[in-house]
């Protein structure tokens, strides 16, 4: 009971309170105005019908339309009320608009360098059909003249921060989904606030829904009383907005403008296996990257940065000298809200339907659409070895079985589900037959894939490859090899499951 009454008095206690009052208030509505209710009720089918037909002529995935017409119309005051705060994948108008200007000024700085693109042409042309794809779209350039270094877990990870961070001269930007204050937090804001008294440039921005059992709401003033400029993007208010939607997923770590890091890795203490095991061996993954590329990475920290500080950009793009041993070609990239483009989604099809031999995957969670799943069965079916780790000790109990629950129709179609035994995997990693790849923030689920800003990296030939495959390789022995038709399932399991499925898509 103790913890319930702390819970409850917590800001997100106080925050669900107030959203679920205004949720209660909208639907009880209905029944509070005696002889009026049979008024209200017809305004309210009303009014889901119109919902409906708006849902339907918006250029969603299908089964996220699906997935909000059947609360709609099956429970309306409580359907309106749900989409209301749940249902909008798409900023608002005046804050497209403004972010938008802002992209438009940055990207205009991430000019394509056509001569790479046409090495990369006569190196491969499925490569560079993918490469200008993501250059023409999102306007995210592909490189050479970068180096790549691949990490396979937190632990690795941290370490090389650590090193990193010390030697920091001019500036070092950080953006993050979660931070928790802890071990690892420490010893990174210790090095934070001495290199902000010795005059560099430090800035942060962490995801307000992200933090808010994790941080204290002042944080932004804490760390500003230490010379680091902080910002919490999209603060989570009691009131009903589909704003509340739209997170900022995204993980940068860019130091100096030369050196940036990016992957599933957040900044606490469980994503290096410390502290409460109760998730088992918790396994990520993350890439760094040094020389051109890193100007991508740090155009797309600026162009958030300048939306949540109101604050005008002002950066040079910085001369990368020739990087010795830079092999391959690298493209960070983004995926946003505030278009019509699933690109984190377009990028994953693109290296299933451009593997020859074989297309291994990492995911967390495993929440995809009919689309994605033919897109793998037919990769499957056409004798591509089509492999996907997902974790044996789930973070959350529902999505477990909500990856799950998409099992049955990918093993049918040739597809090998392996889960991690060890624990909880949270890696974000596709590898296609040792030359292509993609590490980064996106989850295959709808809310990564749809409603989040995300970011990643593609890699043709790069010198990391060996790694990442090297990852793959050491990691298969360590799951178990889900069966087709495992006879453990029972009736209500499946039907469970199916409903699941169903509603995955609002999740």
């Known amino acids: 009971m103790r913890g319930f009454f702390k819970l409850l008095l ?18 009880g509505s209905v029944f509070w105005f005696g002889d009026y209710a049979p008024v209200i009720k017809t305004v309210i089918n009303v009014m889901s019908w119109l919902l409906v037909l708006y849902v339907l002529s918006l250029p969603e995935n299908p ?55 046409e090495l990369l042409r006569q190196d491969d042309p499925g490569a560079a059909v993918q490469a200008r794809y993501l250059s023409n779209t999102v ?16 632990e690795a990870f941290f370490a090389q921060v650590f090193e990193s961070l010390e030697r920091a001269e001019k500036s070092i930007y950080l953006e993050y989904f979660i931070v928790e204050e802890g071990e690892i937090w420490s010893r990174i804001l210790e090095i934070l606030t001495r290199k ?40 989570f208010v009691p009131i009903l907005n589909s704003r509340l939607n739209n997170r900022d997923h995204r993980k940068f770590l860019l130091i100096d403008g030369a050196e940036g890091f990016t992957g599933g890795v957040n900044l606490a203490d469980e994503y290096a296996n410390l502290g409460d095991h109760r998730f088992g061996r918790w396994k ?26 109101k604050a005008e950009i002002v950066e040079q793009k910085p001369t990368f000298p020739r990087q010795p041993g830079a092999v391959g070609y690298v493209q960070p990239y983004l995926d946003t ?37 033919e897109t793998l069965t037919n990769a499957a079916k056409a004798g591509i070895d089509v492999r996907i780790i997902t974790p044996g000790i789930p973070d959350k109990p529902y999505v ?29 990693v596709f590898l296609s037959d040792d030359n292509t790849a993609a590490v980064g923030t996106v989850n295959l689920d709808f809310r990564s894939l749809y409603l989040h800003f995300e970011d990643g990296v593609w890699l043709y030939r790069a010198g990391c490859i060996p790694a990442i495959r090297a990852d793959f390789d050491a990691t298969f022995p360590q799951c178990r090899e889900v069966v087709r038709g495992n006879p453990n399932i029972g009736v209500f399991r499946q039907l469970y499951r199916s409903v699941l499925r169903l509603l995955s898509p609002l999740m």
């Open 196 to 235: 902000a008294a010795a005059g560099l440039d430090v800035r942060m921005i962490y995801d307000d829904f992200g933090c808010i059992q994790r941080l204290p709401k002042d944080y932004e003033r804490r760390l500003e009383e230490r010379g680091i400029q902080a910002r919490a993007f999209n603060r």
């Open 337 to 373: 809200p505030l278009d019509d483009e699933a690109v984190g989604r377009i990028v994953f099809s693109n290296v299933i339907t451009g593997a020859r031999r074989y297309v291994w995957i990492m995911t967390p969670y495993l929440i995809i659409d009919e689309g994605m799943a």
């Open 400 to 428: 477990y079985e909500m990856t799950r629950a998409n099992y049955a129709p990918l093993l049918e179609g040739g597809v090998r589900i392996f889960e991690y035994s060890p624990g909880f995997i949270h890696s974000k």
């Open 139 to 154: 306007r995210c350039p592909v490189y050479q003249n970068s180096l790549t270094d691949y990490y396979d877990s937190g």
């Open 284 to 309: 990520d993954a993350c890439i760094r990257l040094r020389g051109d590329a890193v100007w991508s990475m740090t155009v797309m920290f600026l162009s958030m940065w300048s939306y949540v500080a």
């Open 10 to 27: 917590s800001r997100v206690g106080m925050v669900s309170v107030g959203i679920l009052a205004q949720i209660f208030v909208i639907c």
């Open 63 to 117: 089964a996220y339309k699906i997935a909000w017409i059947i609360p709609i119309l099956g429970f309306p005051a409580f359907g309106l009320t749900l989409y209301l705060m749940f249902g909008g994948s798409r900023l608002s108008k005046r804050l497209r608009r403004k972010m938008g200007d802002i992209d438009m000024t940055l990207h205009d700085t991430m000019i394509q360098n056509e001569a790479v693109m």
